[in-house]
T-cell receptor
């Protein structure tokens, strides 16, 4: 079955620095979504990417979908303490309603 | 309602007992999902409901787990003869329909602890 892998599992970042988390699928995806889960909270939708090579930005967050639609990345610039949490990617194959989630990248920030 | 509502928010139960977890999806959302998240882990798909179609139960880990949905509204996830490895947060989510591309909205989760 479809598998979605994320690396790194943990990311400890100095406030103000940049970092990137990566997501890879074993199969071609029709779209990929990113969610953020704050400590003790539930996952909240951030963004969806659909097109090959698509790049979307949300303030300091840049999301990219690979040309082959099998990988994605999230890049955060100038990390702030509000960025703390776990970032999940989730992918769907064509005509598949089930979102397969990666294990997540848990981000901690040191001031 | 305004969001996905789950109850109870926390449940502590003794090993061997049965538990029921309830999910009330966003009004008008025909698709409903249950996921399980163990501490520090990712999200594990359990079951999916779409309208009046037969549910996809492929993610249920054992026959101790079952779920029902009344029409396009409330769903109940039942775990029989609970085991300690069932301890996790059980997240319900809903979307407008279950086709590719729709955002799913999560509830706050039901935190289950089996002692």
């Amino acid at each position: 079955g479809q598998q979605v892998m994320q690396i790194p599992q943990y990311q400890h970042v100095q406030e103000g620095e940049d970092f990137t988390t990566y997501c890879n699928s074993s199969t071609t995806l029709s779209n990929i979504q990113w969610y953020k889960q704050r400590p003790g909270g539930h996952p909240v939708f951030l963004i969806q990417l659909v097109k090959s090579g698509e790049v979307k930005k949300q303030k300091r967050l840049t999301f990219q979908f690979g040309e082959a639609k099998k990988n994605s990345s999230l890049h955060i610039t100038a990390t702030q303490t509000t960025d703390v949490g776990t970032y999940f990617c989730a992918g769907r194959s064509s005509n598949d309603y089930k979102l397969s989630f990666g294990a997540g990248t848990t981000v901690t920030v040191r001031a | 309602g305004a969001g996905v509502s789950q109850s109870p928010s926390n449940k502590v139960t003794e090993k061997g007992k049965d538990v029921e977890l309830r999910c009330d999806p966003i009004s008008g959302h025909t698709a409903l999902y249950w996921y399980r998240q163990r501490l520090g882990q990712g999200l594990e798909f359990l079951i999916y409901f779409q309208g009046n179609s037969a549910p996809d139960k492929s993610g249920l880990p054992s026959d101790r787990f079952s779920a029902e949905r009344t029409g396009e509204s409330v769903s109940t996830l039942t775990i029989q003869r609970t085991q300690q490895e069932d301890s996790a947060v059980y997240l319900c989510a809903s979307s407008l329909r279950g086709s590719s591309g729709n955002t799913i909205y999560f509830g706050e989760g039901s935190w289950l602890t089996v002692v």
